[in-house]
């Protein structure tokens, strides 16, 4: 069963840095497409970064050159680095894995930027 556990959400100034992390159950990066999507209070659901299983990695025009995204194959973790971050980042931030017709996510973490 795969689980996704993110944290190090919180509250910051503008121009502030986070660093989100995702931890997952066992070795999953080398089959599943990973990912951090955001969803602030009614507003839809954004993608914000993916890493392809070739390590290919794609932003969300809004956070390009602010949030990268990397990865820990040892520690079965993905990061999301936070730069310069805006007000309209605020959102809850939710990790997600997709291989073929599977998708997951974790519980989300919550990022405020004020």
């Known amino acids: 069963h795969v689980q996704l556990v993110e944290s190090g959400g919180g509250s910051v100034q503008p121009g502030g840095t986070l660093t989100l992390r995702c931890a997952a159950s066992?070795?999953?990066?080398?089959?599943?497409?990973m990912g951090w999507f955001r969803q602030a209070p009614g507003k839809e659901r954004e993608g914000v970064a993916t890493?392809?299983?070739?390590?290919?990695?794609r932003y969300a025009d809004s956070v390009k050159g602010r949030f990268s995204l990397s990865i820990d194959n040892a520690k079965n973790t993905l990061y999301l680095q936070m730069n310069s971050l805006k007000p309209e980042d605020s959102a809850m931030y939710y990790c997600?894995?997709?291989?073929?017709?599977?998708?997951?996510r974790g519980q989300g973490t919550q990022v405020t930027v004020s």
């Open positions: 997600r894995g997709v291989c073929g017709d599977s998708e997951y």
């Open positions: 066992g070795p999953l990066f080398s089959s599943y497409g």
């Open positions: 890493i392809d299983t070739d390590g290919s990695t």
